[in-house]
C-alpha cells in the first residue's frame, strides 16, 4: 500500500511540475516586441516594464543608426534631447501601451522624463498617438502635452 501511494503521489507531483512548466515558459522573453504600429522589435530596452535604458538604446542607436529603436524626431524641446533620450521618447511610443508611464534618467545631463502614451488614433491614415512628458531638470519640473505622428518605419514627428 505505502509503494502504490508512493507511486500516486510521484505522479500526482510530476503532472503538477508539467503543469507549472507550461506557464513559466509563456512568461520568458518574447522573440520580439509588437510596436502600436504593428512593427516587430527585438528589444524593448525595459520599456515594457515602465523604464527606458537609455544608455543602452543611445549604444544600439550608435551601432546601427537605422531601424535598431523607434526615434522621436522634429523635436524642439528643452533641455535639448540626445540620441539616447530620442530613442527612448520614440521606444515609448511605439511600444508603450496608453495610460502606462515610461521612465528614464539621462545619465549624463541629470535629466529625468515621464512619459505616457494617452490616445491612439489615425491622422491621414497614419497612426498618432497623443502623450505628455513630465521633464525634470535641475530641481524644476515642465509638463508637454502633445502629439506624434509615426512618419516611417520606426521614426515618429511631433505634430504642430
Avoid at 94 to 111: D, F, R, Y
Avoid at 125 to 146: K, N, S, V, W, Y
Wanted: aromatic share 8%; glycine share 10%.
Amino acid at each position: 500500500m505505502e509503494g502504490a501511494a508512493m507511486r500516486k503521489t510521484g505522479t500526482a507531483l510530476a503532472a503538477l511540475l508539467c503543469f507549472v512548466s507550461v506557464p513559466l515558459a509563456a512568461l520568458a522573453d518574447p522573440s520580439f516586441y509588437l510596436g502600436y504600429t504593428g512593427k516587430k522589435w527585438t528589444k524593448d530596452y525595459g520599456i515594457i516594464a515602465g523604464t527606458c535604458d537609455a544608455a543602452a538604446v543611445s549604444k544600439s542607436v550608435a551601432a546601427k543608426p537605422e531601424g535598431a529603436v523607434a526615434m522621436m524626431n522634429g523635436a524642439k524641446i528643452r533641455p535639448k534631447l540626445d540620441e539616447g533620450d530620442r530613442g527612448c521618447w520614440g521606444h515609448a511610443l511605439e511600444l508603450a501601451v496608453v495610460k502606462s508611464t515610461v521612465v528614464w534618467t539621462n545619465q549624463v545631463t541629470g535629466v529625468t522624463y515621464r512619459l505616457v502614451p494617452t490616445r491612439d488614433f489615425q491622422q491621414s491614415e497614419r497612426p498618432c498617438r497623443e502623450f505628455t512628458t513630465l521633464i525634470t531638470a535641475d530641481g524644476r519640473q515642465h509638463m508637454i502635452r502633445g502629439v506624434a505622428c509615426r512618419r516611417g518605419e520606426g521614426e515618429w514627428a511631433l505634430r504642430t
